[in-house]
């Protein structure tokens, strides 16, 4: 589902660009609602492989496409707040979920956690035909014409340019940074049940009650979102009203002590049996922290390449998940090689240096852009290449 999840994009990413985002989001959850009707009834391993697969890729644009339509509605110092509410929903939904379909499993029986979630399918795809509207941009013809303009389609064109994307510095940092940042959470929904056994002797029920990560959550959300902000606009008036997209990066300030907090606490709590209040806070910094990371990854990329964004978030998100994989399944190995503390010792540190890169790119895409500059003004008025080339690297030495 997962997999299906990722590749998914690069089929209705760029459909959405293409015909418009209003019948990708329809489709979407429409086909949603019928597969989780079918789920249920799925009995032997093929059917169920083919009701995931389905699933994955019919609900793909819940990651990608959502973003864009925030950048197509609100200006770049207005989006911060949207899109931490959008990360609020998306990431808290993983905490959220298990919380409410626990109590449905227990009264009702856990087909009827499939049933709801058609039933709440159902509804928004009601909400979304009736009050939805188009936010691709179209401009009205004001002058008739005999011939209608007919758009052309470029859709075989845009599936094939993810691969062009990676050579974008910003989209691969953006990709990495997410996955770095998600890779906690995957390790922790991966260890959660193992850690609250014995000795905290959790029931099942109360670890499924993922109540701290949904407060990490919203704390990250409404910091990278209206504080985030209010920072932002901040740093550009003092760049003399310049608003550039590495001034974003400065939020990741927090990460920079939180991110190694949060595990080490984690694995602590785990191997000397601490209260087990330890372990919920460290649950609620681990969501903090990946709350962050998906907002300012995100917002980076959309601020840097506005009219890719659509599809340079495609490939953000193939980066991110691949970076998560690689080190869930490392991790996950290694737990049971070496045990817990090897495999977190070994990526805590690489965790804090993705989140001390942001800092170096804040000065070195500022100062790459003075270098840009510098180019494009010493063409347009002439100058001699001597004092190009000086001009150049002088900048560079700066970057470095």
Known sequence: MFLAFGWGRLFWQHCALQYGKRPVYLISILATMVIQVWTPYTKSNGKWIVNKVLHGFFGAPIESLC?????????????GAYIGLYAMLLAGSN?????IAGFIADGQGWQWVLYWCAIFCGTGFAFLFFSMEETNYSRVVLIGHENEFHKPNHLTGMVSRPPIFLTFLVIVYAGLSYGSNLVWFNILNDTASLILGSPYSFPAWAVGLYISPI????????????IGDR???KMARRNNG????????????????????????WGVCAAHAINWFGCVFAMSVIALTNTIGLQLSVSYCIDSYRDLAGE??????LVRNRRALLSTTVSHR????WGIKMPSSLLIPLEWLSVLHSFCKIRQGIESKECFSVLTLCRENGQQWFNLLIAILCDCAKVI
């Open 67 to 79: 973003e864009i339509s925030i950048t197509d509605i609100y200006f770049q110092h207005q989006r």
């Open 312 to 317: 340079a978030l495609v490939t953000v998100i």
């Open 95 to 99: 905490s959220f979920a298990p919380i």
């Open 242 to 265: 310049v608003l550039d997209p590495e001034h974003r990066l400065c939020v990741f300030l927090p990460s920079l002590v939180l991110v190694p907090f949060g595990p080490i606490l």
């Open 334 to 337: 290694g737990s049971q090689t």
């Open 231 to 233: 920072i932002v606009l």
């Open 215 to 226: 407060v990490g959550v919203a704390i990250g959300s409404f910091y990278t979102g209206p």
